[in-house]
C-alpha cells in the first residue's frame, strides 16, 4: 500500500498483530524510506527507534489530526479518540495541515 502526501508517494508497511505493531521501527538502523501504519492504538511510543521520525495520527477517515515532526526516541505520547498512527521518514509531513485528507493507494 501507499499513501499520497504533498504530490509524493510512499510505502506504507501495515502493522497488524500485537508483535508486530510492538517491533515497529524498534532497532532499525538505516534511515528509513518507507512508512508504517499503526491501527487502533491509544498511544505512541518510539523507545527504541534509533533514528528521528515523522508522524502523522489521523482519524477513520484518513483526516490528520496531529502532526509531529523530527520526534527522537525515547518519547511517549498518549492519544484521545484518534485511529491510525503513521510513523514516516524525516520531512515528509513538513507542510502538512490539519483535516487535510491522506490518500491510500493500493498497488
Given at each position: ?9 510512499i510505502?506504507?508497511?501495515e502493522?497488524n498483530t500485537w508483535?508486530?505493531?510492538f517491533?515497529?521501527?524498534k532497532?532499525v538502523?538505516?534511515?528509513?524510506d ?7 492504538t491509544?498511544?505512541?511510543n518510539?523507545?527504541?527507534?534509533c533514528q528521528r521520525?515523522?508522524i502523522c495520527v489521523t482519524?477513520?477517515?484518513?483526516r490528520?489530526?496531529?502532526?509531529y515532526?523530527?520526534?527522537k ?7 484521545w479518540?484518534k485511529?491510525?498512527?503513521y510513523?514516516?521518514?524525516l520531512?515528509t509531513i ?9 490518500k491510500?493507494?493500493?498497488?
Amino acid at each position: 500500500m501507499y499513501i499520497k502526501v504533498k504530490n509524493k508517494e510512499i510505502e506504507i508497511q501495515e502493522k497488524n498483530t500485537w508483535m508486530e505493531k510492538f517491533k515497529s521501527l524498534k532497532f532499525v538502523l538505516e534511515p528509513i524510506d518507507y512508512g508504517i501504519k499503526i491501527s487502533k492504538t491509544r498511544w505512541i511510543n518510539t523507545y527504541f527507534f534509533c533514528q528521528r521520525v515523522d508522524i502523522c495520527v489521523t482519524d477513520k477517515d484518513n483526516r490528520v489530526q496531529k502532526v509531529y515532526e523530527n520526534v527522537k526516541s525515547e518519547k511517549r505520547i498518549f492519544l484521545w479518540k484518534k485511529y491510525n498512527i503513521y510513523y514516516l521518514p524525516l520531512n515528509t509531513i513538513k507542510n502538512v495541515s490539519l483535516n487535510e485528507k491522506i490518500k491510500e493507494i493500493n498497488s
